[in-house]
């Protein structure tokens, strides 16, 4: 199903004096998101994106949802019997070895 | 005296460097796709691993981040170690378009995912084939960058990209569906 929202190459969606389509900024948008676009490209998705009604939600959207990601993927886990036999290992054990 | 210095090192290494347990298996676990034997084993590794070079390690540094470095580094040689051949990852782009563009960003519903709780994202994450899983978890809850990735798991750039593209396709789409399932959306 194609939804009102899909961006195709739809040129007659850009916008005045801009160079790329939808499709050619959408594809980058990982890369953009992460800094890792490189300079040139970087100034264009930028340019589009600030005209695109379409694009700028979109990439909003991906922004957001990585940033969640990054912030909610990471969760610290608590293991007494591994902290246990750790503690067992180092100190116990092997105390001559230390540097 | 001897004694005196040891107990001092300990000390000085519980404070600075066991304090970081809980986060060193929280990583441990995503790495390994929630494989508790395999995460533990990773952390008892590289806690042994610091204990042998703390004396190299600088008191005052980033001990959380050499930690997480060393840990990184256990897991990727065992990631090596183990791949005898690729894994038959599914290549092709079923179920990898990106839910938002399916959804319309405009539609309030785009952001399910922010009502979603942090245990469906962990699941979510450990459910990715592992190429895709290490790249996320290097990328997204580390910080390296793409080439940093790339050199890690001694895989071209344009495959780093390629992953993790990937893998956000899959965590949206897979997190979209969950959240369609439990009414979180309609």
Known sequence: MIAPGNHDDDRSSRPGGGEISCREALDRVYEYLDGELGPEWTERVDRHIEVCRRCWPRFDLERRFIRHIRERGFVPARSRRLEQRIRTLLWNDTGESAP | ?186
């Open chain 2, 1 to 186: 005296m001897e004694t005196v210095d040891r107990e001092a090192r300990q000390e000085a290494f519980e404070r600075e460097a066991l304090v970081h347990l809980d986060e060193l298996l929280g990583l441990a676990l995503r790495l390994t796709g929630g494989d508790e034997a395999r995460s533990e084993d990773l952390v008892q590794t590289t806690c042994l691993r610091a204990w042998e070079r703390w004396g190299q390690y600088q008191a005052g540094t980033n001990c959380r981040a050499w930690l997480m470095t060393i840990l990184r580094h256990a897991f990727i040689n065992e990631y090596h170690s183990r791949r005898r051949a690729p894994t038959a990852v599914d290549y092709d782009d079923v179920g990898e378009r990106s839910v938002f563009e399916e959804l319309g960003p405009e539609d309030p519903e785009s952001r399910f995912f922010e009502h979603l709780v942090d245990d469906r994202i962990t699941a979510a994450i450990d459910a990715l084939p592992e190429e895709f899983r290490v790249a996320v978890v290097l990328s997204d809850l580390q910080g390296l960058s793409y080439p940093e990735v790339a050199e890690a798991l001694d895989v071209p750039v344009g495959t780093v990209k390629s992953r993790l593209h990937r893998a956000r396709r899959r965590l949206q789409s897979e997190l979209y569906d969950y959240a369609r399932e439990t009414g979180i959306v309609s």
